[in-house]
């Protein structure tokens, strides 16, 4: 498909694909990032030193010792399932529950968590609180120093919860300025932890500027910015080597013959974006990272087939922007992923909200797992594989010099749904 027919059924909300043409092997596609190895390293160190204060501050983190992290599980039943609706690529399927981190219950507790933390040790070296060496789980006994600075963020929904939950713990003034898209209970949620919430009755582009200005006006104020921070992209990337790590564990190789495929749902960019990069890092061209987004919030998509980056908007093509998808509900994409994806991402997908609660059910009757409708997203990727003729050539052109495969939906977010969203989700998948 042309990258102009892809616009004209993304302008008509129709679900389709986009297969990145500028795609180059990854040796080239990493002499044009703004970041490398030494930079993810470094922030896998820095989450290190932070692991005896994340333990001490969240005794639910103790069986890890303080370093956030979720299974990967295979859903043999969920594939079994899904195989019923049509062909699926060829490959075990597996779950990764990044909707069950823990502190925060979504992806946002990889790039968020890791921001504030950054953010705090900064400020903590600069004041002579602590060296490099210490034990930072001191820290916690600073509240009265840290309360003289604010932390703000524009959210729709989980990035502030894992900031306004990670800087209330810590002693911050946390203020977290939502778009219309966010749901109730996440602010309820959030007022209860101690976090100052500002709503706006416009999208995320419009939380974000507003949140940046008030921030920007105030000395003591750091503003975590969605749109452009390599911080925020450097804490997603972690879960590469947790990744490789955990397929070690389970005897899974990755290689020529056994290729891993990843499917990842994707709002401004940043998680997608982080994570992918993370996993190219280790895997180089043998992972396959593809997005999904709603048919109307797809702005990851726009950017790349328009090649306009952050240029254009959703309501460029006459989309509304709104969806259940909470978590994807923006409008324009991060021209900082944006460029750092470009040469990089195998593919986007849109996909109708309908067909998320319709995945969640199916999750739910088959595997007993609960994730919220952004996370469903994921499912799109590869049960349309080998639906779209682009992607079908995709997958079997990989799959030629290969024994077997691996695919991994990557769940981002809904452990801290209250059971009555999930209910009324689940309800409306019947229809
Ligand atoms: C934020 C979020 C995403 C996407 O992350 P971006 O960095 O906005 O692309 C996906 N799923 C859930 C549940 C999220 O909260």
């Known amino acids: 498909m042309k990258e102009t027919e892809v616009l004209a059924r993304i302008s008509q909300a129709e679900e389709t694909v986009w297969l990145n043409n500028g795609k180059t092997a990854y040796e080239e596609a990493k002499g044009f990032l703004a970041l490398n190895l030494d930079d993810m390293a470094a922030a896998s160190a820095r989450l290190q030193r932070f692991a005896p204060l994340i333990e001490r501050l969240f005794p639910e983190t103790a069986d890890r010792h303080g370093v956030i992290e979720s299974p990967l599980k295979e859903i043999v039943r969920t594939q079994d399932a899904l195989r019923a609706s049509g062909e699926l690529p060829p490959g075990r399927l597996f779950l990764k529950c990044d909707s069950h981190l823990a502190i925060a219950g979504s992806v946002k507790a990889r790039g968020g968590i890791y921001e504030v933390l950054k953010h705090t040790e900064d400020l903590a070296l600069a004041a002579g609180i602590i060296s490099e060496n210490d034990d930072y789980s001191r820290l916690a006994d600073y509240r009265d120093f840290f309360s003289q ?79 452009h921070s390599k911080d925020l992209f450097l804490g997603y990337s972690v879960a590469g080597e947790r990744l490789k790590e955990q397929l070690d564990q389970q005897g899974i190789t990755v290689d020529e013959k056994h290729p891993l495929f990843v499917y990842l749902p994707c709002g401004v960019g940043g998680a997608p974006g982080g994570i992918t990069f993370g996993l190219k890092q280790i895997w180089g061209d043998h992972v396959h990272c593809f997005f999904v987004e709603p048919v109307q919030a797809p702005c990851m998509c726009i950017s790349m087939a328009s090649q306009k980056g952050d240029q254009v908007c959703v309501q460029d093509y006459g989309l509304t922007g709104k969806t259940d998808a909470d978590g994807l509900a923006v409008g324009r994409a991060s021209a900082f992923v944006y460029e750092m994806m470009k040469h990089v991402v195998s593919g986007i997908f849109t996909v109708r909200d309908d067909r998320l609660y319709r995945n969640m059910k199916l999750l739910k009757e088959a595997d007993d797992f609960i994730i919220e409708p952004s996370s469903c997203a994921a499912f799109e990727g590869y049960t349309s594989m080998m639906k779209y003729k682009d992607t079908a050539a995709y997958c079997r052109s990989v799959m030629e010099s290969a024994e077997d495969a691996v695919h991994i939906l990557w769940a981002t977010g809904g452990s801290l749904m209250p059971q009555q969203t999930v209910e009324e989700y689940l309800a409306k998948a019947e229809f």
């Open 149 to 227: 600075y604010k932390i703000q963020v524009g959210s729709t929904g989980n990035l502030g919860m894992s900031i306004g939950i990670m800087s209330a713990a810590l002693g911050y003034q946390a203020i977290v300025h939502m778009s219309a898209d966010a749901k109730e209970w996440k602010k309820q949620l959030l007022r209860e932890k101690g976090v100052i919430v500002k709503e706006y009755r416009d999208d995320y582009s419009r939380a974000v500027k507003e949140g940046r200005r008030i921030s920007d006006a105030d000395e003591k104020s750091y503003f975590v910015d969605d749109e």
